[in-house]
């Protein structure tokens, strides 16, 4: 069983703070949604837990190992994967080079074919060719690629169509039903609360909800009022 535990962890930015005394966890096996309205710190935290920013403050473990002041190589290596917002790509290397590109061990890619058949037909295409869901597949079987304990995915669904959007939700229950902790940044909040576990809703940096997604998501009065505050 991994699991990403958060105690306390606080990030600035700007020397503003933007995440405070934020806990949460993820288990192995289990999807954690992580919701809040525009501002409310989502790619923040994604982003000090990975080491893309420095945290102020507080503790990240990965089974009990503290990653939160390693660099973002190591925290890697420890087992966490983060799928940054914006899908980015090598856009004039093939699907198939781009993969290539984060194989550690040599092996994986049949695995990445076999969750994503869409990018196996699409092997010798250009990257920058492909659909924006053909990109979301690439960017996220490519983090797969690393073996991570820990995936964690930022606004998946950006811009994408409806049956693209439900296409990727159920790879990523897939994706957690063979064991892996998946950390979920969505603005879809209906559609991440039906396939999620766990559910933290933020705002101005702070959890302000931390319960079940079952529960919130037949709560949708209790939604918009955490979003907007009062
Ligand atoms: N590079 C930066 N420098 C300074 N402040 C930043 C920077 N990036 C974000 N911020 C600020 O940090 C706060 C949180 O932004 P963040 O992008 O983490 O929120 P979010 O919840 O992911 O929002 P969204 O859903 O719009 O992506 C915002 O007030 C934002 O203006």
Do not use: W
């Not at 917002?85 to 993969?99: M, P």
Request: charged share 20%; glycine share 10%; aromatic share 4%.
């Amino acid at each position: 069983m991994s699991e990403l535990v958060i105690s306390s962890l606080s990030i600035s930015r700007a020397e503003l703070p933007v995440v405070t005394g934020l806990d949460a966890r993820v288990e192995s096996g289990s999807i954690s949604v992580v919701l809040g309205a525009n501002g409310a710190g989502k790619t923040t935290l994604l982003e000090g837990l990975s080491g893309v920013i420095p945290v102020s403050g507080g503790v990240v473990s990965i089974d009990g190992r503290e990653i939160q002041k390693a660099r973002p190589g190591q925290r890697s290596r420890e087992g966490l994967a983060h799928v940054e917002q914006g899908r980015t790509i090598f856009s004039q290397l093939t699907t198939e080079e781009n993969l290539r590109v984060a194989l550690r061990d040599g092996s994986g890619l049949s695995e990445a074919y076999a969750l994503f058949p869409e990018l196996l037909q699409r092997r010798s295409v250009r990257a920058g060719l492909l659909s924006g869901g053909e990109q979301q597949m690439l960017v996220i079987a490519r983090a797969l690629l690393t073996r991570p304990k820990v995936l964690m995915i930022d606004e998946m669904s950006a811009g994408l169509a409806p049956v693209i959007v439900s296409r990727l939700m159920a790879a990523v229950r897939r994706l957690a039903d063979t064991g892996l902790a998946v950390l979920l940044v969505e603005q879809f909040a209906a559609l991440a609360l039906s396939i999620g576990d766990r559910a933290y809703v933020m705002r101005r940096g702070r959890v302000v909800y931390d319960g079940d997604c079952p529960s919130l998501l037949r709560a949708p009065d209790e939604l918009h009022r955490l979003y907007l505050g009062g």
